[in-house]
């Protein structure tokens, strides 16, 4: 089955600066990509996603890379604020079998 | 709409005891899941479903049990609770059609298994 690697598992930055989360992936079937952020004490909440047809996608501050050759997708936050602290979660799925997760970043914007 | 709602918030179980974690949504979505989250290890899926009387064992699912006999709520049941099942605990829905859509979850509930 799928196994989904992240990296690091916290994270801190100075607010302005910018913060990079790494996950690989073990199952080249996965084609779908999604970023959940986790606030204390709340559920996760989707931030963005990407499929295996685009290379790159943003939105506003946060953008996602993916490389299927090298199995291995990104989170980009640019000009981190003192709201982007939070825990973050990488997944994988085919589309075809429920999303399994990675074990999350806990990001922490130092102001 | 008030989206994924679970309760209790919190609960405190004796070893041996048993419990229902209730998850209702109001979407009308007809994916739902389980999940557990233990500290630095992620959520791991206990039990999904894709429709009403339909239901999936997860990776983790011994010592839960699920049914789905309605659309709107997936309750979670734990027998003979063990302190290996301390954990928060979380419910989530997708809308039908695919497993590419966004999820989402309910607040979580914390158990204790003491």
């Known amino acids: 089955g799928e196994n989904v690697e992240q990296h690091p598992s916290t994270l801190s930055v100075q607010e302005g600066d910018s913060a990079v989360i790494k996950c690989t992936y073990s199952d080249s079937a996965s084609n779908y990509f999604p970023w959940y952020k986790q606030e204390l004490g709340k559920g996760p909440q989707l931030i963005i996603d990407i499929r295996s047809n685009v290379g790159e996608k943003k939105d506003q501050r946060i953008a996602v890379t993916l490389n299927k050759t090298a199995k291995h997708f990104s989170l980009h936050i640019t000009e981190t604020q003192p709201e982007d602290s939070a825990v973050y979660f990488c997944?994988?799925?085919?589309?075809?079998?429920?999303?399994?997760f990675g074990k999350g970043t806990r990001l922490s914007v130092i102001a | 709409n008030a989206g994924v709602t679970q309760t209790p918030k919190f609960r405190i179980l004796k070893i041996g005891q048993s419990m229902t974690l209730q998850c209702t949504q109001d979407m009308n979505h007809n994916y739902m899941y389980w999940y557990r989250q233990d500290p630095g290890m992620g959520l791991k899926l206990i039990y999904y479903?894709?429709?009403?009387?339909?239901?999936d064992k997860g990776e983790v699912p011994n010592g839960y049990n699920v049914s789905r006999s309605t659309t709107e709520d997936f309750p979670l049941r734990l027998e003979l609770a063990a302190p290996s099942q301390t954990s928060v605990y979380f419910c989530?829905?997708?809308?039908?059609?695919?497993?590419?859509?966004?999820?989402?979850f309910g607040p979580g509930t914390r158990l204790t298994v003491l």
């Open positions: 997944a994988a799925s085919s589309g075809n079998t429920p999303l399994v």
């Open positions: 479903s894709v429709g009403a009387g339909i239901t």
């Open positions: 989530a829905s997708t809308r039908s059609g695919s497993l590419y859509n966004e999820q989402f």
